[in-house]
């Protein structure tokens, strides 16, 4: 073998290499922009039901407690916000107008006994209940995977891969500012 073709086949070596650590740094990235997707579409469909179950939740409430319209009306605003985000930090914000226009809803219901006592009632709030749950741990699993993200386009070598290919931020789900006072419910 020559001088002439060890050199090339150096210079062909380390071409693969760095085309290898592109691809690779590449892909690494898309995987994990993929899975912070993934994580938001979970938030999504968890959000969505618990939209769902608002409305029989209002209605199996007016049917005890009528003039509480005000709260009803809250709920459903609360209810629309939510269901019309369209960022994270929107949909973290709706959230949390939703939860506490339900607090408000089921601090109502807790005057009225036999709406307590009613299966319909029982059966809504341990799907809510439920639903909580789940979106509780959605959101954990959509920042564990947006802090993921967002660390790999930070570090070497992801942010020469971020930079180059436009990856972007991922926004964590955060709760809003406030979140953690109790609501003040009126009745």
Known sequence: MNKGTGALLAVVGIIVVLIIFFVGGYNSLVSKQTAVEEQAANIDTQLQRRADLIPNLVKTVKSFAEHETAVFDEVNKAREKLMSAG????????NEEVTGALNKLIAIAESYPELKSDTVYVDLMDELAGTENRISYARQNYNAAAASYNKAIRMFPGALFAGMFGFEKAELFEAAEGAEK??????
């Open 182 to 187: 109790v609501p003040d419910v009126d009745l």
């Open 87 to 94: 960022t994270m930090a929107e949909k973290s914000e709706a």
